[in-house]
């Protein structure tokens, strides 16, 4: 408990540093919402009871606010889920090690940032646009995302750090098609699963991509991307105790 007690107290810290939003709910919507959705979303073709615990509802209405809409997206998400079979992607085992190969991302299973999350490195450069099988780096992209959610939930903290390392990155690896579609992912499947999102080694040219980039995020989502440098990142992550250099000497 004392433990918890500290991270929520350097999450607090750190929002407040870098002006993170932080979401929040309504306790009586909560429980309005759980009538909602077993009176709506049980009898629906294909749903899986272990799709949602309350940490699931709780998640999804702090993203989508009301109780109305927060089971419509509930049922859309529910019918994704059944239509591309997202509980059989990690059997696509083909696809999973072609996509590794590429050196996409890496996570840690134990390795957390500051406030205990788990931290996920995806590395924009091994993408090439032209070359792009997008319907592997979808199935790809939601195997990992499956991946590091089951981290979460077993670690307790719900939400992950992303660092998007963007050394060598140039305009051959910048993908609207597939950053679009990963945000619809995370807005749409796994809301308020992104803690933060720190961008680091970023070339100038890649500010004119963000100022398109960001039309697609709410007000709320673009306060947890932060830029910087080794002082920002160590605020989040211990440096000097993980096992990836992120910076030159």
Not at 45 to 59: D, H
Not at 200 to 215: D, M, Q, R, T, V
Request: proline residues 2%; aromatic residues 14%.
């Amino acid at each position: 408990m004392e433990a918890s007690s500290s991270y929520d107290k350097l999450l607090i810290e750190l929002n407040n540093k870098y002006k993170i939003q932080e979401a929040c709910y309504d306790k009586e919507d909560l429980q309005k919402l759980q009538e909602s959705v077993n009176e709506n979303l049980t009898n629906q073709t294909g749903f899986q009871s272990n799709w949602y615990n309350e940490a699931t509802l709780v998640r999804f209405l702090k993203a989508f606010i009301t109780v109305s809409d927060t089971v419509a997206a509930l049922l859309k998400y529910s019918e994704w889920r059944v239509k591309y079979n997202v509980d059989l992607v990690s059997s696509e085992k083909a696809i999973i090690k072609k996509e590794d190969a590429l050196r996409r991302s890496v996570h840690f299973d134990e390795i957390t940032d500051r406030c205990n999350r788990i931290i996920v490195i995806v590395y924009p450069a091994n993408h090439i646009t032209y070359n792009c099988d997008y319907d592997s780096l979808y199935k790809y992209i939601i195997y990992k995302l499956e991946e590091i959610c089951k981290l979460c939930d077993d670690k307790g903290t719900l939400q992950f750090c992303l660092v998007m390392d963007l050394k060598d990155f140039g305009m051959q690896n910048m993908d609207y098609t597939a950053v679009k579609k990963i945000l619809w992912f995370l807005k749409n499947c796994y809301p308020e699963r992104l803690g933060v999102c720190l961008i680091i080694n970023y070339p100038w040219l890649f500010y004119a991509c963000w100022e398109i980039i960001k039309l697609w995020l709410n007000e709320r989502t673009q306060s947890k991307i932060i830029f910087g440098g080794r002082d920002e990142m160590n605020d989040f992550i211990d440096l000097n105790n993980f096992p990836v250099q992120f910076f030159e000497s």
